[in-house]
């Protein structure tokens, strides 16, 4: 690989550095472009630009690679645990017995919201969507610590991850149960994350749920998929607002508001509408393929497509896998699983798709998974949220222990009106 770049601007020849990550991939170092030429780029969507350096996570969107850590997600998928994953992604490798002990004993000893939390839960109108409420209850969380105000310490960091990871939790089940008129109920020091999630959500005073051990995997499993994702949207924002020395919990909000939308985690919810509308409507699945191919229809296949995979998203083979074996192991069967196979089938045999590069990404068989397990839709994102907490809080502390971390600033082309000026309201023509 050559070391520099030339770029031949108004006849003037420049050269600026080029890089090379760890795994191939090639970038220019424009950082003194403007200073130099007087250019800034333009690339909308940022499809071409690398925002940052960063350890934690590798994808090959072209071969359909993903790496927590260097660790292919198919090992960790089949071996390793959400909260262990949680571990890697923030401190950078596979936790130590004693390790792992003390990480999982922060998690039980922050799990319990301050009691004063509940209050801000009474104000929300009934039937609040849980992202809304989720979003709010995190960034007012910041209240409660004023520890998160001063600068990011190692011991203060880690107390509030692990806070942050174990009440993301607590928040997402106080919210589904206050969204349906529902007593909250409180997590037990003796539960395991995952169980102990399934239990805030569904235990009721009177009747304590038992999840299925296959249950339990699943949403295990989902969790674990959706840890990290490098530099996507909500990640992204994360660094953003990480990057104006903003305290992690008001950062990690405003990663679920961009998680929100349904060109990103909303998608699992996206996805289960779109599979219910053309359940309802009797379509086979052939019509909505025609729709979602035509751009005027304003529809598109909900769960196919992805900025870096041009392949099949390995986290929806795994998940894929993981849905049939509950299925199989549960003896249930849904309408709409049926749907989403001949879909996927009908658009990986459609030119459109395929021309496009257009594969099922993770949200395509989640929400399945979910559903089969009792997750109303409402909550898909948010346990995509849940999932995505350590990967966000990753992503913080690259910000916070890089010593040259500067505040996020992109330029624009400015392309509105030219000078012109202040005309009074008497002069204006009506
Ligand atoms: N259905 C139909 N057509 C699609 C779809 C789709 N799901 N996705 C992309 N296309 C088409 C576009 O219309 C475009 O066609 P054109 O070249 O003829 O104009 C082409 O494929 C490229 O699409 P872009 O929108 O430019 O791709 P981009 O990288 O900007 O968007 C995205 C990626 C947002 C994921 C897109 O594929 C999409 O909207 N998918 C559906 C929503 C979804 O599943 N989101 C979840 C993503 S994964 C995640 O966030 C966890």
Not at 127 to 143: E, K, Q, R, V, Y
Not at 186 to 193: E, G, L, S, T
Not at 247 to 262: D, Q, R
Not at 320 to 331: I, P, S, V
Request: a neutral charge.
């Amino acid at each position: 690989m050559s070391n520099t770049a030339k770029f031949d601007l108004d006849g003037t020849v420049y050269e600026f550095p080029t890089l090379e990550g760890c795994e191939g991939e090639k970038a220019i170092d424009i950082s003194t472009l403007r200073s130099k030429t007087g250019y800034i780029t333009l690339d909308d969507g940022y499809g071409n630009t690398g925002s940052c350096s960063s350890a934690i996570t590798f994808i090959d969107g072209d071969k359909g690679i993903l790496r927590y850590r260097g660790i292919p997600i198919e090992e960790l998928a089949e071996k390793s645990t959400f909260i262990e994953v949680a571990y890697l992604l923030i401190y950078g490798h596979l936790p130590k017995r004693s390790e792992m002990r003390k990480f999982s004993d922060m998690l039980t000893e922050n799990q319990i919201l301050h009691e004063n939390m509940k209050h801000h839960f009474e104000g929300f109108p009934d039937h609040s969507h849980p992202m809304a409420m989720l979003s709010s209850m995190i960034n007012a969380s910041s209240c409660f610590y004023p520890g998160l105000m001063g600068p990011a310490s190692r011991d203060r960091f880690d107390k509030h991850a692990a806070r942050l990871i174990s009440q993301v939790r607590t928040i997402a089940a106080f919210s589904y149960r206050k969204s349906r008129g529902l007593p909250i109920t409180y997590p037990k020091p003796a539960y395991k994350y995952t169980p102990n999630f399934l239990h805030m959500m569904f235990s009721e005073p009177y009747a304590e749920y038992e999840p299925k051990v296959e249950v339990l995997r699943a949403l295990d499993l989902i969790f674990l998929l959706h840890a990290d994702h490098e530099q996507n949207c909500s990640t992204s924002t994360v660094r953003m607002v990480a990057s104006s020395q903003a305290n992690l919990f008001a950062s990690a909000a405003a990663g679920v508001c961009a998680l929100w939308g349904p060109l990103h985690g909303g998608a699992n919810q996206a996805v289960i509408e779109m599979l219910q509308e053309i359940h309802t409507s009797g379509d086979d699945g052939r019509r909505f393929i025609e729709e979602a191919k035509d751009k005027n229809s304003g529809k598109r296949l909900m769960g196919f497509g992805h900025r870096v995979y041009r392949n099949y998203d390995p986290r929806a083979k795994i998940i894929k896998g993981a849905c049939d074996a509950l299925f199989k192991a549960l003896k249930i069967s849904d309408p709409l699983l049926e749907i989403a196979q001949r879909l996927e089938d009908a658009a990986l045999h459609d030119s459109y798709f395929v021309e496009r590069k257009l594969y099922p990404n993770v949200d395509f068989y989640s929400g399945i998974i979910m559903r089969a397990i009792g997750i109303p839709t409402e909550m898909f994102t948010v346990l995509f949220a849940i999932g995505r907490m350590p990967g966000w809080i990753a992503n913080f502390k690259e910000i916070i222990e890089d010593p040259k971390s500067r505040i996020n600033r992109p330029r624009q082309v400015y392309v509105g009106p030219t000078l012109s000026h202040y005309v009074p309201m008497a002069e204006r023509e009506e």
